[in-house]
């Protein structure tokens, strides 16, 4: 089951979702973002923050029961905001399986009144959403909130300027870390790791392997280093897209190597710039890496 909070593409276009899981006599309680009905992607692998405080949830039988906590204004751009006057476009939805792919004959759109009293009238705490129009236009009676600022950074939701910013661990020991910066269409990357060998990480196709993947190798050379775009057609090592008639879709690139660390920062569009590349969706995507630490160039790197 699931609680969210429209944007302005109305249902799930751009919402902010609370989803309940259960599966096996257990459920979790997680933070969302969906592109559209069906297209959820946690907002911790987005670059957002699981904004949920003293989330539980207790299956017994058929029902689920799920409590938790979030503040009522946006804690980064992948939150939507209760309002704290009128009403606020909300979805309810469930499904009776732990597919998050959530279907739409089994959801409802409400206007709800999250500050209402609690002896309110039923008419002043929520009205039923009217359907939609075929174009995504505002719903009736709910006017956009009088003064309310944008995003300090702009909102991705809504089509303006804006940055998300992540970082994450892909080795602890070699303290292989990547972070980036996602704006205007293009995503930065920076790959840092202990050694002076190589470093790289990938855009798989359907097998979530080596096998046609869209490679991003940097490679040591003594004291210099350089970082490149690279296709695998198989489990060899990649060639440059460059050597087979495509082109290097990387900018803003940069290499450094000293003291036994290597670090790279590049930039790609989120577009596919020609048919060796493959395209970084907005709502998340899998990702392959490999490293090694000795100082021989792009080798073969085993289960690293």
């Known amino acids: 089951m699931a609680l969210g909070f429209e944007g302005p593409g109305?249902?799930?276009?751009?919402?902010?979702?609370?989803?309940?899981?259960?599966?096996?006599?257990?459920?979790?309680v997680g933070d969302y973002w969906?592109?559209?009905?069906?297209?959820?992607?946690l907002d911790n692998l987005l670059g957002g923050d699981d904004d949920l405080l003293d989330a539980t949830c207790a299956v017994s039988g058929r029902e689920i029961v799920a409590s938790f906590k979030r503040a009522a204004t946006s804690v980064d751009?992948?939150?939507?905001?209760?309002?704290?006057?009128?009403?606020?476009?909300?979805i309810l939805a469930w499904g009776v399986t732990s597919d998050v792919a959530i279907v739409s004959e089994k959801t409802s759109r409400l206007q709800i009144n999250f500050y209402a009293a609690r002896d309110a009238d039923a008419t002043e705490a929520y009205v039923i959403s009217p359907p939609l129009p075929n174009a995504s236009e505002g719903v009736p009676g709910v006017p956009p909130a009088p003064g309310a600022p944008p995003n300090a950074n702009g909102?991705?939701?809504?089509?303006?300027?804006?940055?998300?910013?992540?970082e994450t661990t892909l080795d602890a020991d070699r303290k292989f870390t990547l972070s980036w910066e996602l704006a205007q269409g293009s995503v930065t990357f920076t790959m840092e790791v202990d050694g002076e060998g190589f470093m790289g990480i990938g855009i798989p196709g359907t097998d979530k392997n080596m096998h046609l993947a869209d490679i991003i190798v940097a490679v040591a050379d003594g004291a210099t280093c350089e970082v490149n775009d690279y296709w695998s057609e198989t489990f060899a090592r990649p060639t440059p897209d460059e050597d087979i008639g495509g082109q290097d879709s990387l900018t803003a690139k940069s290499?450094?190597?000293?003291?036994?660390?290597?670090?790279?920062?590049?930039?790609?569009s989120l577009v596919v710039p020609d048919e060796f590349d493959r395209?970084?969706?907005?709502?998340?995507?899998?990702?392959i890496y490999a490293f090694h630490e000795a100082p021989r160039g792009m080798q073969y790197h085993g289960n690293k």
């Open 10 to 28: 109305r249902a799930f276009n751009g919402a902010d979702v609370i989803i309940v899981q259960s599966t096996n006599g257990q459920c979790t």
């Open 34 to 41: 969906a592109q559209s009905a069906g297209e959820f992607r």
């Open 77 to 90: 751009p992948l939150d939507r905001d209760m309002r704290s006057e009128g009403f606020t476009n909300t």
């Open 155 to 166: 909102d991705p939701r809504d089509g303006r300027a804006a940055t998300i910013t992540g």
């Open 255 to 268: 290499c450094e190597v000293a003291d036994g660390h290597m670090s790279a920062t590049f930039t790609r």
């Open 279 to 287: 395209e970084i969706p907005a709502q998340g995507f899998s990702l």
